[in-house]
């Protein structure tokens, strides 16, 4: 608490949060939660009308053995249709050209993060994934060519002004 005069000189005690750079917390633990309710209709015989959805959720945890370095573990579902976990009737729907992987992922990551200083960060991630409900269709034109089960590494290097 700090006490702070108004011009009028009468005093108002106002609680500040310290920088993030000045604060140390060892252990946080993070979720999140999303579901969303999509509807196709007349764009033809394919995709055929339906209403679904999509659901994901995460929890993350993160540990600071010392200040300038961070141990990060998390976990994460997605569902294209929480009623088809699997992805099973999507496939069926389709009669296979859609691939029942696509309907869904599931992740397990590992990662550390290094504050060198105030500006410059580095951070090293491993996932583990199940399923490519996270990937872009753009970009992975044909599903039948995802594999069902991969793995990513990642390195990032920050500047921060």
């Not at 199940?130 to 793995?151: K, M, Y």
Request: charged share 25%.
């Amino acid at each position: 608490m700090h006490l702070v005069r108004w011009p009028d000189k009468r005093p108002v005690r106002v609680f500040v949060l310290p920088d993030r750079n000045d604060l140390h917390v060892a252990f946080c633990l993070t979720a999140e939660y999303a579901g969303e309710p999509l509807q196709w209709r007349d764009f033809g015989v394919f995709p055929p009308d339906r209403s679904i959805r999509t659901e994901v959720y995460s929890v993350q945890g993160t540990w600071r053995p010392q200040p300038p370095v961070e141990l990060m573990l998390r976990y994460q579902e997605g569902f294209a249709d929480r009623r088809d976990r699997d992805g099973r009737d999507l496939a069926a729907s389709t009669g296979g050209l859609i691939p029942s992987c696509t309907a869904y992922s599931r992740v397990s990551g590992i990662g550390i993060r290094w504050d060198i200083t105030p500006h410059w960060m580095v951070r090293a991630d491993y996932e583990r994934h199940q399923g490519t409900f996270i990937l872009s269709t753009r970009e992975n034109l044909d599903p039948g060519r995802l594999a069902e089960h991969w793995d990513m590494f990642g390195v990032q290097l920050v500047f921060r002004f």
